[in-house]
């Protein structure tokens, strides 16, 4: 059964009501009860083996085109999605920056008044140089846990590689 999928819909089924959708009327395989015979296997006794393969072929290659079709219309409202978080991100972001600049400042101008200035500014730049310190440290050794490699993977091309294998012996 070969469907219609049409990568241009733009609901938030990724068009999966098109793709479920059967183009198979029966007719290609000499029905002419239409797609109520959809459900009821083609007549081949008449067919050659090359003929019923290579339709076979042709509907399986179709079948993945349309399968990596669906996936591209999916990957690409996850992508727009995904856009529009981190640009929400980073206005917040530039938002805790503004934040923290002016909680600075603050603490710097109460500071101020009972000590010099000087000294003042100093206690709160120490005080951000012990947070970026802590910060880096906790984040290089949560980096350095990262396994950039793919084990199940890699595991899994492994055993395909060693199952073509057997199946050429």
């Known amino acids: 059964m070969s469907s219609s999928y049409q990568g241009d819909s733009q609901s938030s089924d ?72 981190a640009g929400m991100l980073a206005g917040a972001g530039f938002a805790a920056w503004m934040v923290a600049i002016f909680i600075s400042l603050t603490l710097m101008w109460l ?18 140089g012990i947070a970026a310190a802590v910060l880096f440290v906790v984040g290089r050794n949560q980096l350095k846990q990262v396994n950039p490699k793919p084990e199940q993977t890699v595991e899994s091309l492994k055993e395909d590689k060693e199952w073509l294998k057997a199946q050429k012996n």
């Not at 500071?111 to 951000?128: E, K």
Request: aromatic content about 6%.
């Open 111 to 128: 500071l101020g008044r009972v000590m010099d200035l000087t000294w003042a500014t100093l206690i709160v730049t120490l005080l951000w």
């Open 14 to 85: 990724y068009g999966a009501s098109s793709y479920a959708s059967s183009s198979y009327t029966g007719s290609e395989y000499g029905d002419s009860a239409g797609a109520s015979a959809a459900h009821q296997p083609p007549d081949v006794e008449d067919q050659s083996v090359g003929s019923i393969v290579g339709r076979l072929s042709t509907h399986l290659s179709q079948l993945m085109r349309q399968e990596m079709a669906l996936a591209k219309a999916e990957l690409q409202q996850e992508a727009k999605q995904a856009a529009k978080g």
